[in-house]
Each structure stands twice: as structure tokens, then as C-alpha cells.
């Protein structure tokens, strides 16, 4: 399997711009995570899915954000409008069971800048 | 409140060093602990960690839970240049929201090995 794939691995955009985030996760894993990481705040989870459905979004920082997962092998994280203050790595991660019983598989990450 | 603190944030040593890096917690319900290792891109997964005073080991690497006292400690013993990298420890935290739970990181110990 070639792993959790994301794209763009990099997005320059401006103030006000959409942004679209995309991942597929790895064949056959249950759990799709949207992870952000920053210097000040580290590795923040945005929002997870179970067999495509959101479970908690409770990490998303406002309404300009949103996620979806039409089906198993698709996700993408949207920011419209995007602001500078949400420049970071935006990662996205499979897993085949429960977090609390094996590991996250990571993609690269999309680096995110707003000007 | 639940959460999970490293130390130290950051640590230099020379080659051949041994390090230990740490990693407690404070969880409603503890499952398991994990550790990551994050060079340039994604967080690959290092140990998971469930029992107490049962030691995980992978070459110069290890670790090992204390349930008692609620942290966990990462050893790297005869470090080389290719360590450097952050140290992340992960705690699924249940999730106030839903029924599930969601991975949670530390800040991370960024350790830089100097040859």
C-alpha cells in the first residue's frame, strides 16, 4: 500500500481564499483523522471519522473550517475563508481500529500558507 | 482536566550519548500510551505502551509505562545523528462529545544529536 496520500503537499493562497485540503487514507482503515500542527500549539486534532461518518469535530476551530468523507478512500478539509492565523501543516492519518488499540498511519502533510 | 506534558522540550547531546526522554499524564480511563518519532515529515509510530513495568524495545530504543505514577519514559542509548528529531507521546483521550476518543499529543522533545 502507498500509505495515507495528500495533496497539496504545499499551498500559498491569500487572506479570503478557499482552501482545499485533500487525503485518502490507507485501503481498508476504518478511522480517518485531520491532525494541525503548529510551533505554539503542536499537534491539535481537528476531527475524525469512523466508516465515513464525523465522530468529533469538537477540534475544529470555527465555522470557516470543514471536513468531509464522502466515501472510504476520500476526505478533504476545507477553509473558506482562510486567514493567516491558520497557516500550518494540516496532516491526515488512517488507522485500522481504535486509537487506543494501534497505531496512526501519518501522510506527509499539506503545508498551509496564508498571506 | 486530562493532558499530556513532555520533557524536556528539547534536550542536545553528542553522539554515543544516552538519553531519556519523558512523557506523564493525567487520563480519565487509560487505555494505552503511544510514542512517535517525527524527523522533516509525518509522525511514524515508535511503541505502544499498555501494561506497567513492561518494557518495549526496538534496537537502541525502549521504553516502558508506569501506571502507578501515570508516565512513561523513552530511552535512546548510544545516540547517532539520525535521531534527531521530535519525540511525540500520544494518550487516546475520551472524548467529551461522543462515545470515542481521541489520540492526544504532547508538545514533543525535539532532540538534536551533534556529532
Known amino acids: 500500500d502507498a500509505g495515507v496520500i495528500q495533496s497539496p503537499r504545499h499551498e500559498v493562497t491569500e487572506m479570503g481564499q478557499e482552501v482545499t485540503l485533500r487525503c485518502k487514507p490507507i485501503?481498508?482503515?476504518?478511522?480517518l483523522f485531520w491532525y494541525r500542527q503548529t510551533m505554539m500549539r503542536g499537534l491539535e486534532l481537528l476531527i475524525y471519522?469512523?466508516?465515513?461518518?464525523?465522530?468529533?469535530d469538537s477540534g475544529m476551530p470555527e465555522d470557516r473550517f470543514s471536513a468531509k468523507m464522502p466515501n472510504a478512500s476520500f476526505s478533504t478539509l476545507k477553509i473558506q475563508p482562510s486567514e493567516p492565523r491558520d497557516s500550518a501543516v494540516y496532516f491526515c492519518?488512517?488507522?485500522?481500529?481504535?486509537?487506543?488499540?494501534?497505531?496512526?498511519?501519518f501522510g506527509e502533510g499539506s503545508r498551509l500558507t496564508v498571506l | 482536566e486530562d493532558k499530556v506534558v513532555q520533557s524536556p522540550l528539547s534536550l542536545v547531546v553528542h553522539e554515543g550519548d544516552t538519553v531519556t526522554l519523558n512523557c506523564s499524564y493525567e487520563?480519565?480511563?487509560?487505555?494505552?500510551l503511544l510514542w512517535y518519532k517525527q524527523e522533516k515529515k509525518a509522525p511514524t509510530f515508535l511503541f505502544m505502551l499498555?501494561?506497567?513495568?513492561i518494557e518495549k524495545k526496538s534496537g537502541r530504543l525502549s521504553s516502558i509505562l508506569d501506571k502507578k505514577e501515570l508516565f512513561s519514559i523513552l530511552n535512546i542509548t548510544a545516540t547517532q545523528t539520525g535521531d534527531s528529531a521530535i519525540y511525540l507521546c500520544?494518550?487516546?483521550?475520551?472524548?467529551?462529545?461522543?462515545?470515542?476518543?481521541?489520540?492526544?499529543f504532547g508538545e514533543g522533545t525535539q532532540l538534536t544529536v551533534n556529532p
Open positions: 492519518a488512517s488507522s485500522l481500529g481504535t486509537v487506543a488499540s494501534g497505531e496512526l498511519f
Open positions: 485501503s481498508g482503515h476504518d478511522y
Open positions: 471519522f469512523n466508516n465515513n461518518v464525523p465522530i468529533d
Open positions: 487520563v480519565t480511563n487509560f487505555r494505552s
Open positions: 499498555t501494561s506497567s513495568g
Open positions: 500520544a494518550v487516546p483521550l475520551s472524548s467529551k462529545e461522543t462515545s470515542g476518543s481521541r489520540l492526544t
